[in-house]
T-cell receptor
Framework: GAGVSQSPRYKVAKRGQDVALRCDPI?????LFWYQQALGQGPEFLTY????????KSGLPSDRFFAERPEGSVSTLKIQRTQQEDSAVYLC????????????FGSGTRLTVV | GDSVTQMEGPVTLSEEACLTI???????????LFWYVQYPGEGLQLLLK?????DKGSNKGFEATYRKETTSFHLEKGSVQVSDSAVYFC??????????????FGTGTLLAVQP
């Protein structure tokens, strides 16, 4: 597609509920990143995929967070047993390999846990 | 670890005023440096980048120079417009053995331009 597409745009979850956030990267972009952006803060790295391989998950805050990209294209970020502190905007970005290119970000999913 | 520090906002300017948003970084290697912009209700957009010392990135009248000696990448514009009102993020990307080139962001600076 023309850009990185994320869905849903907004998600309200009750505390303890599981949620799944979807990211459709730009076609041909092998690198895919997930970031978490708390209100008034800069995005923070969660995890990185190169094709289907999850090469770095050092930013995932707890074992309740899980990401997958089984066919090297669409990725899903799953949060189990959501807590209030999980409320944030979750951003997906994709790029060609190499830091020189910069990344294309999606518009994000705003998760609110009540 | 690697980090980015940028000036706190909000920065409020009148139209046609000069803009400088300071950004300094700490990195063990030789990072690439970026400025991203986030307009209200929209996602992050790459504004400009520089990949090595003394490079100048520029776009839409904005520019920033990669200064290794002062570890800085300040964003400048000579004459701002109301449409430049947004949150600006400084970021760096450092290769870690080629495995991850994740971005490390500053906290963002809100720019409000008044007519």
């Amino acid at each position: 597609g023309a850009g990185v597409s994320q869905s849903p745009r907004y998600k309200v979850a009750k505390r303890g509920q599981d949620v799944a956030l979807r990211c459709d990267p730009i076609s041909g972009h092998v690198s895919l990143f997930w970031y978490q952006q708390a209100l008034g803060q800069g995005p923070e790295f969660l995890t990185y995929f190169q094709n289907e391989a999850q090469l770095d998950k050092s930013g995932l805050p707890s074992d309740r967070f899980f990401a997958e990209r089984p066919e090297g294209s669409v990725s899903t970020l799953k949060i189990q047993r959501t807590q209030q502190e999980d409320s944030a905007v979750y951003l997906c970005a994709s790029s060609l390999p190499g830091s020189n290119y910069g990344y294309t970000f999606g518009s994000g999913t705003r998760l609110t846990v009540v | 670890g690697d980090s980015v520090t940028q000036m706190e906002g909000p920065v409020t300017l009148s139209e046609e005023a000069c803009l400088t948003i300071n950004c300094t970084y700490t990195a063990t290697g030789y990072p690439s440096l970026f400025w991203y912009v986030q307009y209200p209700g929209e996602g992050l957009q790459l504004l400009l980048k520089a990949t090595k010392a003394d490079d100048k990135g520029s776009n839409k009248g904005f520019e920033a120079t990669y200064r290794k000696e002062t570890t800085s990448f300040h964003l400048e514009k000579g004459s701002v417009q109301v449409s430049d009102s947004a949150v600006y993020f400084c970021a760096l990307s450092a290769f870690e053995g080629g495995a991850t080139n994740k971005l490390i962001f500053g906290t963002g600076t809100l720019l409000a331009v008044q007519p």
